[in-house]
């Protein structure tokens, strides 16, 4: 089974200033995706970035960026030029590859709030 | 276009009574899921669909829980003789078919949150 490990139960970050996210993960599999998804308080649950696992360049999107580091089985997420609409619950989650895709594995969460 | 939808998106019930949850996929998903998240927690995967199959049912907690999708779109998932312990956010996300990086990524819907009283 995986597991998904996100150690930091809360963050906090100025405004325009960059912040990293935490994520950890353990598994036997060599094909999976590793995902960054948003709570805002409206408590939608928002894609922010997807990392396939045979790639080895970190994606990207705008002011996200991950660093994903497959032999230690970490996946942070680092914000740039932090903006309070930035503040929301983050997940880390993890997608077994293959034909047996389905079922998304969360961490915990990470609490992030942005101060003007 | 429009995203996932869930109805309704807040239910309160009395112990022991039923509850049907609605949710209606991305127009051309294939593959439906359904999650429940406690407050303050990640959600946790409860069954999938492709198409009308029901593929993993796994995280259904007990048979008081079933869902279904027949016509392999709008799907249900049912809970029978509700419990306190029931209450949480249930969400529903659906993926696209096609090609590999593209069908793995899941498209989450409001949720409904469920009250049992």
């Known amino acids: 089974a995986q597991t998904v490990t996100q150690s930091q139960p809360e963050m906090s970050v100025q405004e325009a200033e960059t912040v990293t996210l935490s994520c950890t993960y353990d598994?036997?599999?060599?094909?999976?995706?590793l995902f960054w998804y948003k709570q805002p308080p409206s408590r939608q649950m928002i894609l922010v970035i997807r990392?396939?696992?045979?790639?080895?360049q970190n994606a990207t999107e705008n002011r996200f960026s991950v660093n994903f580091q497959k032999a230690a089985k970490s996946f942070s997420l680092k914000i740039s030029d932090s903006q309070l609409g930035d503040a929301a619950m983050y997940f880390c989650?993890?997608?077994?590859?293959?034909?047996?895709?389905?079922?998304?594995?969360f961490g915990q969460g990470t609490i992030l709030t942005v101060h003007p | 276009g429009a995203g996932v939808s869930q109805s309704p998106r807040y239910k309160v019930t009395k112990r022991g009574q039923d509850v049907a949850l609605r949710c209606d996929p991305i127009?051309?998903?294939?593959?439906l899921y359904w999650y429940r998240q406690a407050l303050g927690q990640g959600p946790e995967f409860l069954t999938y669909?492709?198409?009308?199959?029901?593929?993993?049912k796994s995280g259904l907690p007990n048979d008081r829980f079933s869902a279904e999708r027949p016509e392999g779109s709008i799907s249900t998932l049912t809970i029978q003789r509700t419990e306190q312990r029931d209450s949480a956010m249930y969400r529903c996300?659906?993926?696209?078919?096609?090609?590999?990086?593209?069908?793995?990524?899941?498209?989450f819907g409001p949720g409904t949150r469920l009250l049992v009283l």
């Open positions: 990392q396939e696992a045979y790639k080895q």
């Open positions: 127009s051309g998903h294939v593959s």
């Open positions: 669909f492709n198409y009308e199959a029901q593929q993993d």
């Open positions: 989650a993890f997608l077994r590859g293959g034909t047996s895709y389905g079922k998304l594995t």
């Open positions: 598994t036997s599999e060599s094909d999976y995706y």
């Open positions: 996300a659906s993926s696209p078919p096609g090609f590999r990086g593209n069908q793995e990524t899941q498209y």
